[in-house]
């Protein structure tokens, strides 16, 4: 009899606790403390990478990151910066020594995504001079700027908050 009560006992508290950790897990995970009186969502991510793979989960972590914002209420205000070798991933021109024809085609989707919802997406030209990248090859969405450190400063000095990303 006290084996039967401390089982079903032990089983009861398994429960609970399961109970516990389902609902738990069902609630919503947000970002309502760092975002406590925001009235505007505004980043500039630099991107920096040598590698093509590296390049596409970032763009879509950018893309989520969007999402994130509208479904906390914010309509977010985001640049991406693209410098260094990067530029070789986001060209028509590219060839299967630069990357994978399936990971070029899942970065340039994901450009046209985030110009899509707004996201302005810049390419230093010093960086496609560097690396050989034809300007008038890159994929619809981008714009050409400059210098992509001249920008990153002018977007920082307009209130935007930096995310480098390397």
Not at 48 to 66: C, N, P, Q, S, V
Not at 68 to 85: E, M, S, T, W, Y
Request: with cysteine.
């Amino acid at each position: 009899m006290i084996k039967h009560s401390v089982l079903s006992l032990m089983a009861g508290a398994v429960l609970a606790l399961a109970a516990v950790g389902a609902a738990h897990a069902a609630a919503p995970v947000d970002d309502a403390a760092a975002l406590a009186g925001v009235e505007e969502a505004k980043g500039v991510f630099q991107i920096d990478f040598t590698a093509a793979e590296k390049t596409a989960f970032y763009l879509e972590i950018i893309r989520g990151t969007h999402a994130n914002f509208v479904r906390q209420g914010l309509d977010p205000d985001l640049v991406i910066v693209f410098i260094g070798p990067t530029v070789k991933f986001l060209t028509t021109e590219a060839d299967e020594e630069v990357a994978d024809p399936a990971t070029l085609m899942r970065i340039e989707s994901e450009v046209a995504r985030l110009a899509d919802l707004g996201v302005r997406l810049e390419v230093c030209t010093v960086a496609t001079e560097v690396f050989g990248v034809d300007n008038d090859t890159l994929f619809d969405g981008l714009e050409l700027t400059g210098d992509g450190f001249v920008a990153m400063i002018g977007w920082q000095a307009q209130g935007y908050h930096p995310i480098t990303m390397f």
